[in-house]
């Protein structure tokens, strides 16, 4: 399944995958965390830089959505993240357009 991530919902995704669970979890949230990894190119293009309070910041300019390919497997793991942050209550505002987005990922044939 494609779905186009901007540079925040590619940061604000990594929050939201599992902090823990079995072997084949864990194999999973690490696949899904490369392939949306900023790549050497993309930290230059885009301009992200660290900030001293630990804050990414990037330029909007030629900062560009960037699709990604996820297999059922890994829509399957970012859907039990997202899950086991909402009984945690520990969806954000900042994250909470996304995880939406994301759980929608395979209902309908789209992303």
Avoid: C, H
Avoid at 39 to 62: A, H, K, M, V, Y
Avoid at 93 to 101: C, G, H, Q, T, V
Wanted: net charge positive; aromatic share 6%.
């Amino acid at each position: 399944m494609k779905i186009k991530l901007k540079v925040p919902e590619r940061i604000q995704l990594q929050t939201l995958l599992l902090k823990q669970g079995g072997m084949i979890d864990m194999e999973l949230r690490s696949a899904i965390k490369d392939k949306i990894r900023f790549t050497p190119e993309e930290i230059q293009l885009f301009e992200l830089s660290d900030l001293p309070d630990g804050r990414i910041i990037w330029n909007p300019q030629t900062a560009k959505e960037v699709e990604f390919t996820f297999t059922e497997s890994e829509i399957k793991n970012i859907k039990s993240g997202i899950n086991e942050k909402d009984q945690k209550k520990l969806i954000t505002s900042n994250n909470y357009d996304l995880a939406k987005r994301l759980l929608k990922l395979g209902k309908d044939g789209n992303s």
